[in-house]
């Protein structure tokens, strides 16, 4: 650990140094980094809400009320009500605001090129390949993990892409069926990164499942999903591992699970978090392999 801290820590220094982040005028905008970001996030979204921005940028309320502040009082974006919802505010980018967010573009874009230009291009590919890779590890270390109700924005939205993804993949298509019904005792947790939902799943107990072998025995972790772009950074062997531990942490002793053959990947992650396989035990019209997982003390652990 120590030698993976020392390399970020001395990229963070080298990084920052370079891109103006210690100038009060970044790249000679007039205003510093954390204004500009805010500046760049409201127009990459025009009409966020405040709310959006502050889970976005990962910002307290009082230091982003002072930011949009500053903006409003230069002239670069209005804040008003939404009409939807009065409680929520609105954020939106001015004239001169566009201008000023076109300029960072343009200016941040330049500062990219003139870093770059002295490498050769097989240097720019690997340096391109390098800087995917710790966005893509930095990001999936950050993720937020908490436990939603499936009334909840990024549950609905997790859910419909979950839903989309295997009425592509399977080879006969998906139907969900009608509105879910309520589940006594289930627990669904989405992660999210820049306020958007980059991973799901959830647990729910299988009471006739415990026949004989006490009450709340077991539990079904199921809609283990995970954004596309993300896969292969590990977030979903996290997810699991963090299912795994809410239902070890609310007495379940064994978790089970199932998905359909097409998804290779999802089955191998099982099968290497120590799942084995067991005998069909629901009416899943779209299940095909099924798995089961003593949790023991592994159950009380997090990812």
């Known amino acids: 650990m120590s030698s993976t801290t020392a390399v970020l820590r001395r990229f ?15 790249l000679g905008t007039g205003r510093p ?13 025009d009409g966020s809400t405040v709310r959006d921005l502050r ?41 001169a605001g566009r201008d000023a967010r076109q ?23 690997r340096l391109a390949d390098a800087l995917a890779t710790a966005d893509l590890l930095v990001r999936a270390a950050t993720v937020r993990l908490r436990e939603v109700g499936p ?19 399977f080879p006969t298509g998906f139907d969900p069926g009608g509105p879910d019904a309520p589940e006594p005792g289930a627990t669904y947790v989405v992660a999210t990164s820049d306020g958007e939902p980059v991973a799901y799943g959830g647990i729910r107990p299988l ?24 896969r292969g950074a590990g977030l979903g062997s996290r ?24 998804l290779l990947e999802a089955i191998a992650m099982y099968e290497r978090a120590g799942y084995t396989r067991i005998e069909r035990y629901n009416d899943n019209p779209y299940a095909e392999a099924f798995f089961a997982k003593d949790l023991g003390s592994s159950g009380g652990s997090s990812g």
């Open 207 to 230: 009471p006739h499942l415990d026949a004989g072998a006490g009450a709340g025995r077991t539990a079904e972790i199921k809609r283990m999903w995970v954004h596309p772009g993300w």
């Open 33 to 45: 980094l954390a204004v500009s970001r805010l500046l760049f996030e409201v127009g990459a979204a």
């Open 239 to 262: 997810m699991l591992r963090h299912l795994e531990s809410t239902a070890g942490g609310r007495g379940f002793t064994r978790v089970v699970l199932d998905t359909n053959g097409t």
């Open 55 to 95: 889970e976005r940028l990962d910002l307290d309320s009082g230091h982003l009320s002072r930011m949009l502040r500053r903006l409003e009082r230069d002239g670069l974006v209005t804040t008003s009500p939404d009409p939807r919802d009065q409680r929520r505010r609105v954020v939106r980018l001015t004239d």
């Open 103 to 125: 300029e960072l573009d343009d200016r941040s874009e330049e500062l990219a090129a003139r870093l770059v230009t002295p490498l050769t291009a097989r240097q720019r590919d």
């Open 151 to 169: 009334d909840d924005p990024a549950a609905q939205e997790a859910t419909a892409r979950y839903f989309s993804e295997l009425d592509r993949r």
């Open 12 to 26: 963070n220094r080298t990084f920052t140094q370079r891109i103006g982040v210690l100038d009060e005028s970044f």
